[in-house]
């Protein structure tokens, strides 16, 4: 089951994806990592999901990378009397605590940590940002607003507030349940939405520890006041682009998409790029060319991966779409422009052995042409730290540690294997070269290179760097 593309597959698992005849063959046609969205569904429904994921990773014995995405704070408004309105521009508007349904001139807002937040001149978008008011005065339980773009508004409406760092956890009460059902499954990766602040990645670090990995949603334009920090904090980072969108203008979006990738790349932190990437294979067997440049564009940034969300989840070709992203990629990737482009960004090396070995490693196997780079590693980071190169050869990591096997499938270029400890600079080689061969990464006489640190199964930096010949 190797892969012969660098960029990976996040596939999400829905009503058009739950059987496990469909999620084999998902993985098949190339998703390596499948999102439960807890958006949606029961906890039985991930829980049998989860199991068949492990079984189809036993049956093909191949580590899969299994991503819980939480739901976050959903911000809404209440219910009006006749079940909907029409706000015309230039109008006023009201919001306030009170339970009552709404009328044409307010509506209820349960949310008293908006109130807090708001100023006069704050900008509230409605229905996903169709629907836009600005505040004219305000206290700790009602606002009084003027219509700027109008249009229909009904029952329990999503709110968005652009431009405020509202005072909400990102995680609510029915995340932490969640997660906790989450980690109990094993899962490898949380994505955590709502992230605002630094503050709200090391809250979900107090409850994950070292259970899973943790991804952080930035989906609101206060989160990229904090960018850098949030990178460091994190161990991946999503590009969520359909919330983005809905909390600033849409010409705003790509550039603030090339700063969360670039910043990620100097981070050496996994990046996705995700939503409506190939939204039209919900309906349609083949997607616009709009949608595959947009693909092809992420890959040419080097992200780790490009994510499907409702074409797969319950979109009527799931198989299709990751077999359409699968071609994407990989024709993107044997493009020249693409291999320049991955060598013009190269980024200076910090001043440690480990880097120094990495940076080498990578300059190394251009230069005699190996076809793989072999990482040993406990917990991912020599992997990770190979991954930050963006190498022509591809990564092969060997662990003994089935939680790193499992989450390193969303790293761009690994090629996740399990393997016994070694104990000695000879085993260390002799084992490299046999699943080299054995992944079918290397044959007779190639040349490959091996990366790795002592004292063998100590975390720790990488300090060796060993060329190997592949002997009969």
Known sequence: M?????AKIVATLGPSSSSLEKIEELFKAGADVFRLNFSHGSHEDHEERVQMIREIEKKLKRPIAIMMDLQGPKLRVGTFAEGKIYLKPS?????????????????????????AALK?????????????????????????TIIINGGELSNRKGVNVPSVMLPISALTEKDKRDL???LNLEIDWVALSFVQKPEDIQEAKAIIKDKAKIIAKLEKPMAIQHLDDIVQL????????????????????????????????????PVIVATQMLDSMIYSPSPTRAEASDVAAAIYDGVDAVMLSAESASGQYPVEAVEMMNRIIS?????????NMMDNSHLAPLKTVAEAI????????HIINANVIVTFTETGSTT??????????????????LNTARFLPLVWGAHAALTEEVRTFSEMVETACRIAVAERFAAHNDQIIVTAGVPFGASGGTNILRVARIEK
């Open 2 to 6: 190797r892969r012969f593309r660098k």
């Open 234 to 269: 994190a161990d991946a980072i999503m590009v969520a682009r359909g919330d983005l969108g809905v909390e600033m203008m849409p010409e705003e979006v790509p550039g603030i998409q090339k700063k969360i990738i670039r910043a990620c790349r100097v981070a050496g932190k």
């Open 358 to 365: 990495t940076t080498s490693a990578r300059q190394v196997a």
């Open 384 to 401: 990770l730290r190979a991954a930050r190169e963006r190498p022509e050869s591809s990564i092969l990591a060997l662990t003994p540690n």
């Open 91 to 115: 109008e006023k508007f009201s919001f306030d605590l009170n339970p009552e349904p709404g009328t044409s001139q307010r509506i209820c807002l349960p949310h008293p940590e908006i109130f």
């Open 331 to 339: 024709k993107t990737e044997q493009d020249r422009v693409y291999r």
């Open 180 to 182: 906790n059902f989450g």
């Open 120 to 144: 006069p001149d704050t900008d509230l978008l409605l229905d996903d940002g169709k629907i836009r008011l600005k505040v004219l005065s305000c206290s700790k339980e009602s606002a009084e």
